[in-house]
């Protein structure tokens, strides 16, 4: 009964091993850490989302720089009135045409110049005609004169864009630094699954070893229960191995949008070298690089920028209007038309235009406001900074760490070995029993599992340090620049 149970357990560890093995008989795809960073940069489907937020930006300021298109208006209208005679007391219809056309140009100072040509038709008793053509000007000198306030909502939305750039950038470096932390994973649960199967064959030649023993006469009978208990545990160890290895392989699938039944290689080893850097570097690095810091950057250059021209629409509204034209008006039209060629009744006129709300409270507050948001913004860029150099000192103290731990790790491993190599010959002469092999062979796989996890951990480490001083796209070799979304505001077009 117990050697039909054993056999049955044989047989289903059997079944599930071969699925596993059939499961892992799929096309191969030799992955190395480039191409996949390059995959998640083609093919993240948040990225490629993200990436339309500077392509609407982009699409502000082409909308904002509109306020320069020439402005044509053109014009017909038709009137009727009655005129009274004080003579006969009679009224009289006056029926009246008029038809204009006109462009007008806003200056980056504020100016706005503009050209209209004017015709008309009156008739009452008689019949005219008149044509004019006016050129006119009008100038803020104090409240909305300068360039800075006449492309404000342009500048704005040109800080807008890069602060979604620097969005962009952020999502990107997070994107990097994961799909490498994943593609490690995948070769730290790799090496542990080879090194179950080896702890598997070593217990497997135990077993072997021991049954020959006890069919020898020189081992008990029940010492063949541990042999098989370990056996049994190992190849339950080398199941869930391979389960997590498919698991962590579905991961990267999904990130690098690879065939659902691609098995993934892992071609490229971890950096074990030294990683030596200044923590001086460093931070001037991350206080340089990090995107985070360079769109709040942005958002202080707004806020300045918007409020000086707060303060600038704290000053009175006076404008200057000045205009020039010709005239002419006659029984014939092109009479008339001569008239205004020639420039025989000329007009002109300048004149100022001023208004102030006493008190003024709503352009005050507003610049009061401004100046509050800036300083907001300010702190927050100091936080922020602060923030930022903590993050550098810590990852440079974790690749330290790190990198220490593979010398443990390594000399532990070492240690092990060794324990095994002697406990193994005092087994073969009867001075250690196969428990005591085993437990020693228990403490060689986890010294091997710590050594694996600690090469994964320095270069986790490594990554961790390249995102926090915002070098991680360089590290990697890849250049993102304020253009790269415009060929989505193009293919709009």
Known sequence: MKRNRKTALALSLGLVLGAATSAFAQPTVNLTLKDAIRMAFEKNLDLKVELY???????????????YDPLLTLGFNYERSNSSNFLTFRSQPIDQVTANAGVSQLLPTGTVVGVTAQSGWISNSA????????LT???????????????????????????????????????????????FQLYNLIEVLEVRRTSLALAKRILQDDQGRVKAGVLPA??????????????????????AVRDQMDVLRVELQLPATAEIVVADQPYRGSFNTSEQEAVQDALGNRPELATQRDVIKINDLQQRVAKTQTLPDLTLNASVGTGGFDRRFLRGMEKTATIDEPSWGVGLQFSYPLGNRAAENDYIRKKLALEQAQTQL??????????????????????TQLDVTARGRAYAEDRLRAFQKRHDVGLATTKDVFDVENDLVAAKGNQIQAVVDYNNSITQLWRATGEILDQEGISVTDTDADHLYQKMK
């Not at 937020?53 to 306020?67: H, T």
């Not at 000007?137 to 306030?149: A, S």
């Not at 500048?155 to 932390?181: C, H, I, P, W, Y």
Request: charged share 25%; no cysteine; hydrophobic share 40%.
């Open 127 to 134: 019949k005219y005609y008149s044509n004019a053509v006016d």
């Open 222 to 243: 029940y010492e063949l229960l541990n042999s098989e208990f370990q056996v049994a545990t190992r190849e339950k160890q080398v199941i869930d191995a391979e389960r």
């Open 137 to 183: 000007l009008q100038q803020p000198l104090l409240k909305g004169f300068g360039q800075e306030t006449t492309d404000l909502a342009i500048n704005v939305s040109r800080f807008t864009k890069g602060e979604t750039m620097n969005v962009f950038r952020t999502r990107l470096s997070d994107t990097v630094a994961k799909v490498r932390n994943d593609y």
């Open 53 to 67: 937020n500077p392509a609407m930006a982009e699409a502000d300021i082409r909308r904002n720089l509109g306020i």
């Open 382 to 403: 100091h936080n922020l900074e602060s923030a930022v150099v903590r993050d550098v000192k810590a990852a440079l103290r974790l690749v330290a760490a790190s990198y």
